[in-house]
T-cell receptor, first 119, second 112 residues
């Protein structure tokens, strides 16, 4: 498909277990973002990958959260020792670096998200 | 950190009416974007307005930007039940890491 895909669509896990969430961005998109959205809330930025630059990890809430982007394409978000407060929808987005008069004007394309429930 | 704040947080109108949503932000920006989200899943980009633009149109959407007040508004004209969704503004930051920061969103309900 041409869009951003995420897997699994739903994940139920027990407290203390590790989970891996996968994101397949649109082919050729250099930027990839992870967000978290709790029920009825806005998007919480987690991490941002841009090309070969060091990722911006400033949004990761704790050291239990980590993410990788292999080969500049697929990304995996890992949550270790999950807690109930980690329950949320995890959204991935990708974009193609676009500049107009030197300014970034990227449009982010979002995947459908992974709904994580920690029991 | 929160950049954009939408106002009101929820709006309920009748089909055919216009809906206006406002967004305020804190730091200087290069551009501001509006997104829409249905059913708590992925967001869809609606429109982007650059910092040197004051107004932009796309179909039934009209976006304004007032950089002196650090605010933007999204107007949906002749609303339809299908416009029912959550709407988010997102801003980048001048001199920042070029990532977008999203507001908390605003829930629009259009009643048939």
């Amino acid at each position: 498909g041409a869009g951003v895909s995420q897997s699994p669509s739903n994940k139920v896990t027990e407290k203390g277990k590790d989970v891996e969430l996968r994101c397949d961005p649109i082919s050729g998109h250099t930027a990839l973002y992870w967000y978290r959205q709790s029920l009825g809330q806005g998007l919480e930025f987690l991490i941002y990958f841009q090309g070969n630059s060091a990722p911006d990890k400033s949004g990761l809430p704790s050291d239990r959260f980590s993410a990788e982007r292999t080969g500049g394409s697929v990304s995996t978000l890992t949550i270790q020792r999950t807690q109930q407060e980690d329950s949320a929808v995890y959204l991935c987005a990708s974009s193609l670096e676009t500049r107009l008069a030197g300014e970034r004007t990227d449009t982010q394309y979002f995947g459908p998200g992974t709904r994580l429930t920690v029991l | 950190s929160q950049q954009g704040e939408e106002d009101p947080q929820a709006l309920s109108i009748q089909e055919g009416e216009n809906a206006t949503m406002n967004c305020s932000y804190k730091t200087s920006i290069n551009n501001l974007q509006w997104y829409r989200q249905n059913s708590g899943r992925g967001l869809v980009h609606l429109i982007l307005i650059r910092s040197n633009e004051r107004e932009k149109h796309s179909g039934r959407l009209r976006v304004t930007l007032d950089t002196s007040k650090k605010s933007s508004s999204l107007l949906i004209t002749a609303s339809r039940a299908a416009d029912t969704a959550s709407y988010f503004c997102a801003t980048d930051s001048q001199g920042g890491s070029e990532k977008l920061v999203f507001g908390k969103g605003m829930k629009l309900t259009v009643n048939p």
